[in-house]
């Protein structure tokens, strides 16, 4: 069994930053791809950002040059580093990995933490 935990969430004003972690334990073989997702009320997840093979990044339109998505490959875990948060920011945001076991290939979510950016 794999588990993902966050921490890092809070409320900040406009123009903070914030950072997430999210680190995984269990029987991890290998994470293939890493990555931060967002839901605000009423609307759909969306991807925030995302990193395979450890060193190849996506980021959502949205969030380019404001946040950074790094990984501390020895510890499985992982970062959004959130900076210049907008109100628009807020939402609960989860992290997913796509991950290796010896029994199989999966994918897990985090429980989520909430980011609210208010003054």
């Known amino acids: 069994q794999v588990q993902l935990v966050e921490s890092g969430g809070g409320l900040v004003q406009p123009g903070g930053s914030l950072r997430l972690s999210c680190a995984a334990s269990?029987?991890?073989?290998?994470?293939?791809?890493m990555g931060w997702y967002r839901q605000a009320p009423g609307k759909e997840r969306e991807l925030v950002a995302s990193?395979?093979?450890?060193?190849?990044?996506n980021y959502a339109e949205s969030i380019k040059g404001r946040f950074t998505i790094s990984l501390e490959d020895s510890k499985n875990t992982w970062y959004l580093q959130m900076n210049s948060l907008k109100i628009e920011d807020t939402a609960v945001y989860l992290c997913?990995?796509?991950?290796?076991?010896?029994?199989?290939?999966?994918?897990?979510w985090g429980q989520g933490t909430q980011v609210t950016v208010s003054s």
């Open positions: 997913t990995a796509d991950v290796l076991t010896p029994l199989r290939f999966s994918t897990y």
């Open positions: 269990g029987s991890i073989s290998k994470i293939n791809v």
């Open positions: 990193m395979s093979n450890g060193d190849s990044t």
